[in-house]
């Protein structure tokens, strides 16, 4: 079954499908890999839009734009597609603001980002090379993926 971003939308949550897996056609990475990247970038704005909100009370483009490192026009353009999709709001002279659908993804999102540096941690991996790396994975592992180091990490050895 393949489960597209339109689809989860509808069920309440904007994230990466768990498979890629059609019944009727073999598992196509390249497609996964697409479709990671592209909601990789989403995910990322909405954690921190969360987290400059937990920070300051409110995420303004201008601290968004600084914090990851791009351009304000940049940072405007991927707010206007948070928006679209549901997952932000703004108001005039104020900051970004995530919806409660938007703050359930960016639970999510730290969720699997801590999850994936535990584990690493766990094999051996320096914190600090854990974290870089687990930015990049954190976007395209799977649930299946994910619930496996979860039960690696649950594992008293």
């Known amino acids: 079954m393949h489960v597209t971003t339109q689809q989860n939308r509808k069920e309440g949550h904007a994230r990466m499908p768990d498979t890629f897996l059609d019944e009727n056609k073999p598992a196509n990475r390249f497609a996964r890999a697409r479709e990671a990247q592209a909601v990789a970038l989403l995910e990322d704005y909405v954690e921190m839009i969360g987290d400059l909100s937990a920070e300051l009370g409110e995420a303004r483009v201008a601290d968004i734009a600084e914090r990851m490192h791009v351009s304000q026009p940049t940072a405007t353009k991927s707010i206007a597609r948070l928006k679209r999709e549901g997952l932000a709001t ?68």
């Open 90 to 157: 703004s108001r005039p002279y104020r900051g970004v603001f995530l919806t409660d659908e938007g703050a359930r993804l960016a639970d999510r999102v730290r969720d699997r980002h801590r999850t994936v540096v535990a584990f690493l941690i766990r094999m051996g991996v320096p914190e600090d090379i854990a974290e870089l790396d687990a930015e990049g994975i954190e976007h395209h592992v799977s649930q299946v993926t994910l619930s496996a180091f979860e039960a690696v990490l649950n594992c008293k050895t």
